[in-house]
């Protein structure tokens, strides 16, 4: 399994225009090789449709948008962590704000992406919730107010206290678990400040994704990890 390296900067490529087909696989590339330039190991989240052909592609951890607790069998249309695992994914997001799920489905997906040695990162929208989840011990639990999602107000900016407050939350919940924050991150100094107040990594979109030049917006988003 390719690991998230630390600190952590996943781009979660949504289902933007921008990355259907085999420009999804195009911009993981671009990825790869600016992590390549800086020394860092971005991951990427493809959509669901491009995560077998982006993964068996490119040497970065890719992970799967979403992930349903379901086991193998007769689940027609449901995307279970065992397929996801067998598509060449090295984790998933679980619960983003896009995608929310009752909190009993997220323990159970936790369990499954467990079971399939799969890398779990849960999403949550409050301290409080990050807390509440950070209890299935998660490999990540990432914050993202969803009232930033998307905006050019980034997080570290808007609300530095949720960062602050969910990283010491979770840690005396689960130790072990590492936390990440998002929304509106667009900047290297974003995601430095975003270490700064604790955190261990970003999960971010638009900047790159939305941006007319990836590339560059990828340079300046690890310049000063
Ligand atoms: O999954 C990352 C996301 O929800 C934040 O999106 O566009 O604000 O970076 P964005």
Known sequence: MTKIGKPALIINFKVYREVEGCDALELARVCEEVGREFGVRIAVCPPMTELGSVARAVGLPVLSQNVDPRAPGSSTGWVTPSMVRSAGAAGSLINHSEH???PRSIEECVDLCKGSELITVICADTVKMSSQVAAFRPDFVAVEPPELIGGDVS????NPRIVENTVE???SVSHGTSVLCGAGIKTGKDVRTALDLGADGVLLASGVVKSKDP???????VAYL
């Open 155 to 158: 997080v570290t900016t808007a």
């Open 169 to 171: 939350a979770v840690k």
């Open 215 to 221: 590339r560059s917006a990828l340079q300046d988003l």
């Open 100 to 102: 929310r799920i009752q």
